[in-house]
T-cell receptor, first 113, second 109 residues
Framework: DSGVTQTPKHLITATGQRVTLRCSPR?????VYWYQQSLDQGLQFLIQ???????AKGNILERFSAQQFPDLHSELNLSSLELGDSALYFC????????????FGPGTRLTVL | GEDVEQSLFLSVREGDSSVINCTYT??????LYWYKQEPGAGLQLLTY?????DMKQDQRLTVLLNKKDKHLSLRIADTQTGDSAIYFC?????????FGTGTSLTVIP
C-alpha cells in the first residue's frame, strides 16, 4: 500500500460526458502528479501540482483540467469524453521537490462507451 | 514529448540474471528511473540514478547509465518468479517525466 488513494476504482460513462477523478496523496506530500496509461500511448505524464499550484504540464488535453485543494487532495476533471479517453488514470504523490520518490495510487479505470 | 524506448518482452529462467534495456533522447534529463508494475497495480519505484552517475547498485538491482549513448539498463540478479511484472524506465527533470513503453518480464520456473 503506497498510501495514495484514488476514487473511484472504476468508472463507466458515455461519450460527451464529464467525470471527476479524485486523489488523496500520502500524508505530508505536497506534490501530486497525474498520469494516463492506455494501450496505444503507454504511460503519459499529464500534470503536476505542488502545494496547490500547477507546476508542470505534460500531454494534457484542453478538455482535461486538474486542481489541488488546500487539504492537498487533487481532482482531475475530464470533459467532452471520447472513446479514446478510456484508460487507467494514475495519481502519484511525492514529498520531494525533485519528484524522485513518487508513490503511485492504484489507479482509476475509465471506460467511455 | 521525449522518446523513451524499451523492448516489449523478456523471458528468463528463475535464478538467471535479467537485463532490461532502455534508450532515451533527452540529454537534459536530470534523473532516470526504473519502475515496476504488477498486474492490476500502480507503479512502484524501484530505483533511480542521477544523470551524472554511471552505476548504482541496490541489493539485486544494478543500474548502468551510458550517458554518451543515452542508454540505461536494469540488471536483476537471481531473478525470481515474483519479479515477473512490467518494468518501465523513465526520464525526468523533476517536473516533467517521460516513460518508456514498458518491458514485460516473464520468469520461467
Amino acid at each position: 500500500d503506497s498510501g495514495v488513494t484514488q476514487t473511484p476504482k472504476h468508472l463507466i460513462t458515455a461519450t460527451g460526458q464529464r467525470v471527476t477523478l479524485r486523489c488523496s496523496p500520502r500524508s505530508g506530500d505536497l506534490s501530486v502528479y497525474w498520469y494516463q496509461q492506455s494501450l496505444d500511448q503507454g504511460l503519459q505524464f499529464l500534470i503536476q501540482y505542488y502545494n496547490g499550484e500547477e507546476r508542470a504540464k505534460g500531454n494534457i488535453l484542453e478538455r482535461f483540467s486538474a486542481q489541488q485543494f488546500p487539504d492537498l487532495h487533487s481532482e482531475l476533471n475530464l470533459s467532452s469524453l471520447e472513446l479514446g479517453d478510456s484508460a487507467l488514470y494514475f495519481c502519484a504523490s511525492s514529498g520531494t521537490t525533485t519528484g524522485n520518490e513518487q508513490f503511485f495510487g492504484p489507479g482509476t479505470r475509465l471506460t467511455v462507451l | 514529448g521525449e522518446d523513451v524506448e524499451q523492448s516489449l518482452f523478456l523471458s528468463v529462467r528463475e535464478g538467471d540474471s535479467s537485463v532490461i534495456n532502455c534508450t532515451y533522447t533527452d540529454s537534459s534529463s536530470t534523473y532516470l528511473y526504473w519502475y515496476k508494475q504488477e498486474p492490476g497495480a500502480g507503479l512502484q519505484l524501484l530505483t533511480y540514478i542521477f544523470s551524472n552517475m554511471d552505476m548504482k547498485q541496490d541489493q539485486r538491482l544494478t543500474v548502468l547509465l551510458n550517458k554518451k549513448d543515452k542508454h540505461l539498463s536494469l540488471r536483476i540478479a537471481d531473478t525470481q518468479t515474483g519479479d515477473s511484472a512490467i518494468y518501465f524506465c523513465a526520464e525526468g527533470d523533476g517536473n516533467q517525466f517521460y516513460f518508456g513503453t514498458g518491458t514485460s518480464l516473464t520468469v520461467i520456473p
